[in-house]
C-alpha cells in the first residue's frame, strides 16, 4: 500500500470524526437548548485536525524510515547470506529484487536477484500492513482523545484557529528554510572548493578551462579564474538584456496605461504578457536560428572579416524581448496606482500630458518599476538555454558583443553534468560559482528593496 492511500485513509478517517464531532455538538444543543460557544461546525474541525495532523506526520516519517526497514528485513533473511561482498553489486541485486516484488518490472536479469524478490515481496507486505494499522491507530487516538474533550461551552474556535496559524505559519516558513538549506549547501560545498583553489584565483583570475580529468589532489589553480564567467554574465544578462527589455518595457507599460484605447489594451496586453511563458528553448532556438545568423550577416555586410554565428549579441537581445513582460507588468501595475488625483492636478496646473508621465507618474511609480527591473535582472542572469543556443559555452573576457561568450549558469551546468567525481575542484566549482551567483542576486535584491523604501517614503 503506497503513501497516497495512507494519505486518502487519514482524510477518510478526519471526514469521519469531523461528521462524528459535528453531530455530538448538534445534540449538545437540542439537549441542553443552551448557545453553544463555538459553531457545530468548529467542533467538526477541531476533531478532524486531531485525527490528520498526527496521522500525515506519521506517514511523512514512515516513508523514510520504511524502505530501510524492509531492506534491514531482507538482510536479516537466511538467503542474504549469498549476497557478495561488493557493495555496488549488492545494492545492483537488491534494487533489482525490490522492483520486481513492487511490480514496477517483471523480468529478473541477474539470476541472485531472484532468490531475493519473495524475501522482499513479504517485508513490503508485513510493513504494508504494520502502516496501515499504525495510521488507523493513531487517527483512532487522536480522534477519541478529542471528541471526548467536546462540551457545549468548549472553545472549539479558537483552538482552531490557532492550529491554522500554526499550519499557515510554517508554510510561510518553508520558503525561509528552504534558502538556507540551499545556502548551507552551497557554503558547505564552496568552503571545499577554496580548500583546493585559493579564493584570490577563483576571484580575480581571467582564465576559465578546468579539466576533470586533472589530479585532483594538484589543480592548477590558474584553470579555475571565473572573471570571464562574471563579465559574460554580467554583459549579457544586466547590460544587453537590459538595454532591451528596460525601454521597451517601460515605454510599453507607460502607452497602454496612459495612451490606448481599452479595446486596444484588452488585445496588447496579454499578448505582451504571453512572452513571459513562452518556453526557454524557444527563445533559444530562435536566437540561435534567426536573430544570430541575421546579427552575422549584418556583421559582414559592413566589413567585419570572419563574425561568429555565436555571440553575446545574439543572446542578450532575445533575452531582453524574453524578460520585456516583467518590466511591463511590474511598471504598468505601478503607474496604474498612482492615484488619479496627482495625474489630474498636474494637468490642470497647465502641464502637458508627456511632462505629467515624466514629472509625476514616473516618480511616483517608481518603487514599482525598480522591483520590476531587478526582477527581470535576476531573471536574466540566471539563464541558461539561450547562453548555450547562442553565445556558445567559451569563457572569453571581451567588450566586442559579437565575439561568443559564456555565463555563470552555464558552467554550472556543464560542470554537474558530466561524470565527474563530486570531490574533484572541476565539479566542486561549480558551487562556488552558484554560491558568487546567490551573493549577487541577494545583493540585487537589497538595492531593490532599499530603492523602494526611499522613494515610497517620499511619496506616501
Known sequence: MSLTILFLLALGLGLAGWLAARARAWSFRKSSGER???????????????????????????????PNLITQSVL????????????????????????????????????QARAFVEPFREAISRYRIIGVVITITI??????????????????RNRVERAVMAILLLASLVATLTTLGILASLVFETVRFFGMVSPMDFLFGTFWAPDPMANPDNPDPTRYGAIPLFWGTIFIGAIIAMIVA??????????LTQYAHPKMRAWIKPALEILAGVPTVVYGYFAALTVAPFIRDIALAVGLSNPSSES????????????????????????AAVPHAMSDGSLAMGATTSETIRRVLIPSALPGIVAGIMLAISRAIGETMIVVMAAST?????????????????????????????DHPATLSAFALGFVLFLVTLGLNFVALRVVKRFREAYE
Open 246 to 255: 528596460i525601454p521597451l518595457g517601460l515605454m510599453s507599460a507607460i502607452y
Open 139 to 156: 487517527g483512532l487516538l487522536g480522534g477519541i482523545w478529542s471528541f471526548l474533550r467536546l462540551r457545549p461551552d468548549f472553545t472549539a
Open 394 to 422: 567559451a569563457a572569453n573576457l571581451s567588450a566586442n558583443p559579437l565575439d561568443s561568450m559564456t555565463t555563470v549558469t552555464v558552467q554550472i551546468v556543464a560542470m554537474l553534468t558530466g561524470e565527474g567525481s563530486f
Open 76 to 111: 536479516a533473511s537466511p538467503v542474504a547470506a549469498s549476497l557478495p561482498d561488493f557493495d555496488f553489486q549488492r545494492q545492483t541485486i537488491l534494487n533489482e529484487a525490490r522492483a520486481v516484488a513492487e511490480g514496477s518490472t517483471q523480468v529478473v536479469f541477474n539470476e
Open 312 to 335: 553575446a549579441l545574439a543572446a542578450g537581445l532575445v533575452m531582453g524581448v524574453m524578460i520585456i513582460p516583467f518590466v511591463s507588468s511590474m511598471a504598468d501595475d505601478s503607474i
Open 36 to 66: 453553544l460557544a463555538s459553531l457545530p461546525s468548529y467542533h467538526g474541525w477541531y476533531v478532524a485536525l486531531w485525527v490528520v495532523l498526527p496521522v500525515i506526520v506519521f506517514i511523512s516519517i514512515w516513508g523514510f524510515i520504511a
